[in-house]
């Protein structure tokens, strides 16, 4: 059976919270952290802020060291979860002021791809298999993306 450990953008692992533990997220993402969990997963499942943040304008900021360290631990990285709606979208992919109408998913998901993720779920698999179809897809780094 292949494992993930899922990792959020803030707090830390129930399970390790009630053994007393106070490894946190933001620790388990570190190099030294991405080895240990390569000891018992095949991977990794992201919050999309952990690979990579918005900046406080609500854009998408660089790219973290996350997945390049993940893949050298030898894990896959998926991250999640990709949504078409404004109020989920990074400001400079949102097709206007109301929350629930659609933007460009495409483009965020395409940012992702770009940063060498290996998967990712979303509630629009359509708008996924279209972005990986669509512009630089053979320019993409890393390895084949997966779409749950």
Do not use: C
Request: charged residues 25%; negative net charge.
């Amino acid at each position: 059976m292949r494992l993930a450990q899922l990792v959020s953008a803030s707090g830390a692992p129930y399970d390790l919270v009630a053994a007393g533990e106070d490894t946190t997220y933001e620790d388990l993402v570190t190099r030294r952290g991405l080895r240990q969990i390569s000891r018992y997963a095949d991977g990794i499942g992201a919050a999309k802020d952990v690979l990579v943040p918005r900046e406080a304008d609500g854009t998408l900021g660089e790219a973290t060291a996350v997945v390049r360290d993940a893949h050298r631990a030898g894990l896959e990285v998926h991250a999640w979860t990709f949504r078409a709606e404004n109020t989920f979208l990074p400001a400079e992919l949102r097709s206007s002021d109301d929350p629930a109408e659609h933007g460009d998913l495409a483009g965020e998901i395409r940012a992702f791809l770009d940063a060498g993720v290996d998967g990712l779920f979303t509630d629009h698999p359509d708008v996924a298999v279209a972005a990986l179809d669509g512009p630089a897809a053979g320019e993409r780094p890393g390895r084949p993306v997966k779409v749950p």
